[in-house]
C-alpha cells in the first residue's frame, strides 16, 4: 500500500566530509550519533572541529544516547528551496549528555504544531549519497513514552 511507503527524503545541503567532521556525518550508518568529545577535560563539542575549544585536547568521536529536548525551534513555511516540501520544523536539540550541548536538525515524523520547547525527542538518520560517500543526517523525531 502507498500508505506503507517510507516519507520522502527532502533535499538537503549536504556537508563536505573532512577529517574533522566525517565520525558525525557517517556514524549514522551504524546507528550513531558521533560527536567529538574531549578525554582531556571531558567536554562533548560541536561543531566537530580539530581541537577543544577548552584545553586544546585532541577530539574523539564517540556515541551519545540520541535523546534530548528541544531547546527552541521555528516552523518555516516558507518554500526557499522548492524541492523541501513546507511547512518544517527547524530546532536546537539539546542532547541529554551535557547541558550546553546543542544540535540545528530537523524535527519529524510529527505535525509541525505538535513541536513545543521541552519536547523529548531522539535521533533518526536520514542516508544521501555525496560523491562516493554516504552520509546520514541526523534528524528527530519525538520520543515514544
Do not use: K
Not at 551535557?98 to 542516508?127: H, K, M, T, W, Y
Amino acid at each position: 500500500m502507498a500508505d506503507d511507503a517510507p516519507a520522502a527524503i527532502p533535499a538537503r545541503m549536504l556537508p563536505t566530509l573532512t577529517e574533522h567532521n566525517r565520525a558525525f556525518w557517517t556514524g549514522g550508518g551504524d546507528g550513531h550519533l558521533l560527536i567529538p568529545w574531549c578525554p582531556q577535560c571531558r567536554l562533548w563539542v560541536l561543531p566537530p572541529g580539530a581541537g577543544c575549544p577548552d584545553c586544546g585536547g585532541v577530539l574523539d568521536a564517540r556515541p551519545v544516547s540520541g535523546r534530548g529536548t528541544v531547546f527552541t525551534y521555528t516552523v518555516n513555511h516558507q518554500p526557499f528551496v522548492p524541492t523541501v516540501p513546507v511547512p518544517y520544523v527547524i530546532a536546537i536539540v539539546q542532547l541529554d549528555e551535557q547541558s550546553d550541548l546543542r544540535i540545528a536538525a530537523n524535527i519529524v515524523g510529527c505535525e509541525p504544531d505538535s513541536v513545543s520547547i521541552g519536547l523529548p525527542v531522539e535521533v533518526r538518520f536520514e542516508r544521501h549519497d555525496v560523491d562516493d560517500d554516504a552520509v546520514f543526517v541526523p534528524v528527530f523525531t519525538p520520543r515514544s513514552a
